[in-house]
């Protein structure tokens, strides 16, 4: 930046030396011919006009006209070479002064950071994330505890959230924590520009995104030894190494069991980058004030209310509720194609034990004879397979489900003929209730209440939720739903595609979904 305003002003210095060139060759040949002119000695009608010989033909086409046309030339080939090179330079001389421009804004809200709104208390120099004393209250206003509040990194928000959301952070604070209202319209001491300055001054702390779009704008890809990407991939393998070094050793030092545990309540005993990758920090209540407050059921994410445990509760089953199962590992434990079941082409998907089996036109699985497998619902058992929840399986005998005016939906049998009622209305009577003891065999109760037998069950990898793994991966956009029932204002759940490893999302997902 220092050296893009330095360029900015050779820029100016170009325009301001050809400017004041050409003034100084106005000036000397304005003075020049103020001194050629001599004063009349006498009255016009007694002088005669040319009283004095002037040159002669040979020196005013001579010595006299080549001063002038060179003198003229000169003054040409100045403006002629300078004015362009000037003109050329103008795009960086813009830059170098929005460059300038900006970086007041930065010196302004570093201010602001450290000395005005004294951010630096809680977030640390730099951003790196710190803590902040708190008064913990019940819903009464009634003093709990004295505690430390985990305060969260401010070196990579601008990787989890959009500058507007920081602003809207900034200007409302965050209810049930420790971080106030800072900005005028959220009853704080900030102007909007004060704001927006500490947001320009958040921008130079940034650490490097693990997005490789990210990596990639950094710098020309197609260069091999361009010297920015080059940079922007080692910080991004730094840091992502820090990040699953910290996984490992919280596992090994018996604080977690599993990854997905670990990257959920990254920096629950470590303090690391101040809890701010963790999601359990809004989604477990007490988290943000250690170890000695969070719920008795272990460290979860059924958070919810205060104290902390800002986010969702997504316990219970509650998880699932917003982002149903929609899709098939394969058996590498990969995710299967976002938007389908099926793999790149979209013509099948294997089962657990590798068998292809075959999709229709509207990417439902079909068996060998083009019948439609069922998709067995969570928690459904089958024949010798006590959850079957994901598997598939072709049945010989399907009933079908009878929702009647009155009273809960129940199975009938599809070969029965419905009667007409005896009361000559011309409606049909309910078709009879259908229990597994009139089906006989081997019995399938279905999620719906439908029953099904004589049925062969293919065992399928687990299934789990593409849309749970992008919601995690890009945050909630404000005013936009996600899942069932989910909406955010502001859009206030992070994003962490940038900030965490894909298959550390997935542990997440994976743990998330198992709670």
């Known amino acids: 930046m220092i050296s893009t305003a330095i360029l900015a002003a050779d820029f100016r210095a170009i325009g301001l030396t050809v400017g004041a060139l050409t003034f100084v060759g106005f000036v000397l040949m304005f003075v020049?011919?103020?001194?050629?002119?001599?004063?009349?000695?006498?009255?016009?009608?007694?002088?005669?006009p040319n009283r004095k010989p002037y040159l002669t033909d040979e020196e005013l086409e001579g010595p006299k006209l080549d001063r002038a046309l060179t003198f003229a030339l000169g003054m040409l080939a100045l403006l002629a070479v300078g004015l362009p090179v000037y003109w050329l330079a103008e795009p960086g001389r813009q830059d170098g002064a929005v460059d300038a421009y900006n970086l007041s804004f930065e010196v302004r809200g570093a201010n602001t950071y450290t000395v005005?709104?004294?951010?630096?208390?809680c977030h640390a120099a730099g951003g790196a994330g710190g803590g902040a004393a708190y008064v913990l209250q019940d819903a009464d206003g009634q003093f709990l505890a004295n505690v430390s509040w985990k305060a969260p990194a401010l070196n990579n928000v601008l990787l989890r959230y959009s500058e507007d959301e920081v602003r809207y952070i900034l200007n409302y604070g965050r209810p049930g924590s420790p971080m106030a209202a800072w900005g005028t319209p959220g009853g704080g001491p900030l102007t909007e520009q004060a704001v927006n300055n500490v947001i320009i001054y958040l921008r130079t702390l940034q650490v490097q995104s693990l997005d490789p779009l990210a990596i990639q704008e950094a710098g020309d890809p197609a260069l091999d030894d361009d010297p920015e990407s080059l940079a922007a991939q080692e910080a991004a393998e730094t840091r992502e190494a820090a990040i699953r070094a910290?996984?490992?050793?919280?596992?090994?030092?018996?604080?977690?069991?599993?990854?997905?545990?670990?990257?959920?309540?990254?920096?629950?005993?470590?303090g690391f980058e101040g809890g701010s990758l963790s999601c359990a920090r809004c989604h477990t209540a007490g988290w943000s004030v250690g170890l000695d407050n969070v719920l008795e059921e272990g460290i979860e994410g059924c958070g919810g209310g205060n104290p902390s445990g800002i986010g969702f509760n997504l316990c219970g089953g509650r998880t699932k509720a917003r982002f149903p199962d929609d899709t098939w590992k394969d058996s590498n434990g990969n995710w299967m194609p976002a938007g389908g079941l099926a793999d790149n082409d979209?013509?099948?998907?294997?089962?657990?034990?590798?068998?292809?089996?075959?999709?229709?036109?509207?990417?439902?699985?079909?068996?060998?004879?083009?019948?439609?497998?069922?998709?067995?619902?969570?928690?459904?058992?089958?024949?010798?397979?006590?959850?079957?929840?994901g598997d598939l399986a072709s049945c010989?005998?399907?009933?079908?489900?009878?929702?009647?005016?009155?009273?809960?939906?129940?199975?009938?049998?599809p070969e029965i003929t419905p009667a007409l009622k005896t009361d000559?209305?011309?409606?049909?009577?309910?078709?009879?209730?259908?229990t597994p003891a009139d089906v006989g065999g081997q019995v399938i109760t279905l999620g719906d209440g439908r029953l099904a037998s004589q049925c062969d069950v293919v065992e399928m990898p687990e299934r789990t939720s593409d849309a749970h793994y992008e919601f995690v991966y890009t945050g909630a956009v404000a005013g936009k739903g996600y899942g069932r029932g989910g909406q955010s204002a502001a859009g206030l759940m992070p994003g962490f595609g940038g900030s965490l490893p894909p298959d550390y999302i997935q542990a997440v997902i994976d743990y998330e979904r198992g709670l």
């Open 32 to 48: 020049r011919n103020i001194r050629s002119a001599k004063p009349e000695l006498g009255s016009e009608i007694e002088l005669a």
């Open 116 to 121: 005005d709104a004294q951010c630096v208390n």
């Open 246 to 270: 910290e996984v490992d050793r919280s596992i090994q030092d018996g604080e977690f069991q599993t990854v997905g545990e670990a990257v959920f309540n990254l920096g629950l005993v470590s």
């Open 346 to 389: 979209g013509s099948y998907i294997e089962s657990a034990d590798g068998d292809k089996i075959r999709l229709d036109d509207t990417g439902v699985p079909v068996d060998a004879d083009g019948e439609r497998y069922l998709i067995l619902d969570e928690g459904v058992s089958a024949p010798g397979i006590p959850d079957a929840g």
């Open 396 to 413: 010989d005998f399907v009933s079908k489900l009878w929702q009647p005016p009155t009273g809960d939906a129940y199975p009938f049998d």
């Open 424 to 434: 000559g209305s011309g409606t049909f009577e309910d078709p009879p209730e259908l």
